[in-house]
Structures are given as C-alpha cells and as structure tokens.
C-alpha cells in the first residue's frame, strides 16, 4: 500500500518565522500536489510538481519535489496569520487508476 | 465558473437512518470523485465517477453507494448509518490533463451521526 507520511503532524509558530513542512513516502509518483484547507471548508490546490528536483514558488511559499519523486518539502517565509489551515500532500502513480494518494497533513497555526 | 457546491452544508442524523449528498461540479467537468474526511484517518477516497459511469471505488462496504447523471451531477447515498459515519464529506470536480490531474473541491458535507 503507498502512504504519504507528512511531518509534523501539527505546528504552532509567531507570525515572521519560517518553517518546512514534509511529506515523504516509500514509493515513487509521477506527480505531487500540495493542497491548504481552511475550517469549513475543501482543500484549495497550491502547487503541482511533476519533475524530479523541481521547485515550485507561489509568493511566500517554495515547494520542491525530491530527486526521486518520493518526496516533498513546503517552505513558507514569514509566515503571516493568513497562512493558517491544513496543509496536504497527494500523490498520483499514473498506474494506479489516477487515484491520489493523500497525506493525513500538517496542521499550521500562525499567531499574530 | 461557478465552483463546485454540495448541498447541504451540515446534516445531523440518527444510527439506522439513510442519507443522500448532492455535488454540482464546475460546469464542463464529466468527473466527480467522494472523499470521506477524519481527523484520524485524513481523506479516504470513496469512489470516483466519469459520464455516470464507476470508475473507482475505495475500501469502503456496500453500504456506501453513489450515482452520478447525465448533467454530470452527482450523489452518495449512505444507508444504514453508523456513529463511525461522521466526517465531512467531501466532493472534488475533477479536470483531467496529461500527466496531471487536478481536483476541485466543494466546501464539503460535514456529517453528525448521533
């Protein structure tokens, strides 16, 4: 069975700190995406990487995909209030039907 | 585009009972997938639908079902509740692209089984 393992599991910082989230796994992907959900609502996509060692930046935050394809890292720099919410990671294995393979997440808190 | 809706937002049911969630998907999107979502156990994929027809289906039991029709609009049934039922359930529009794919989720269904 493939499992995305994402560390930490939760993660509470001051508004202006950096910080690195992971998602790792066994098995190799063809694509990872790195989705945030907010309370009450669906995970929103950020980023899509597709190539070993890619990196990605959306503003703040910078994603990389491993060399391998096994696994992930989300940086986010100063991180703001607004950053807040539930961070995941899914993989896709082209032949596993186009299923994802999700993340339990990493839970973000940012304190003003 | 209007995004993908799924009605209603909070449903709060009794052991024993039936229910039935609606998802609208993004207008030209012929794909649906339904995630079921825990604090413990994350997304749990339940199945997927393309042109109303199954395409994939998790580990779920029979007691899980879903349709999808011809306007693409979609429908889990879940029958028989159970207290381990309670999560947020949660719809995805799916756009198909070469290597990849990209889903758009709905705000979700959460449910309460008491």
Redesign the interface.
């Known amino acids: 069975t493939q499992l995305l393992e994402q560390s930490p599991q939760f993660l509470s910082i001051q508004e202006g700190e950096n910080l690195t989230v992971y998602c790792n796994s066994s098995s190799v992907f ?2 990872l ?1 790195w ?1 945030r959900q907010e309370p ?6 950020l980023v ?1 990487v ?1 190539t070993g060692g890619e990196v990605k930046k959306l503003k703040r935050l910078t994603f990389q995909f491993g060399d391998a394809r096994k696994d992930s890292s989300l940086h986010i720099t100063a991180a703001q209030p607004g950053d807040t919410g539930l961070y ?1 990671c ?1 993989g ?1 294995n ?1 032949g596993n ?4 393979i ?4 990493t839970s973000l808190a940012v304190n003003p | 585009k209007a995004g993908v809706t799924q009605t209603p937002r909070y449903l709060i049911k009794t052991r024993g009972q039936q229910v039935t969630l609606s998802c609208s998907p993004i207008s030209g999107h012929r794909s649906v997938s339904w995630y079921q979502q825990t604090p413990g156990q994350g997304l749990q994929f339940l199945f997927e639908y393309f042109s109303e027809t199954q395409r994939n289906k998790g580990n779920f039991p029979g007691r899980f079902s879903g349709r999808q029709f011809s306007n693409s609009r979609s429908e889990m049934n879940v029958s028989t509740l159970e207290l381990g039922d309670s999560a947020l359930y949660l719809c995805a529009s799916n756009l198909y692209g070469g290597r990849t794919d990209t889903q758009y989720f709905g705000p979700g269904t959460r449910l309460t089984v008491l």
């Not at chain 1, 009450?40 to 996509?45: A, R, S, T």
């Not at chain 1, 039907?97 to 994802?100: E, Y």
Request: charged share 10%; aromatic share 8%.
């Open positions: 063809s694509s995406q989705y009450g609502e669906g995970p929103v996509l899509t597709v995941l899914a896709a082209a039907n186009r299923k994802l999700w993340g339990l997440g």
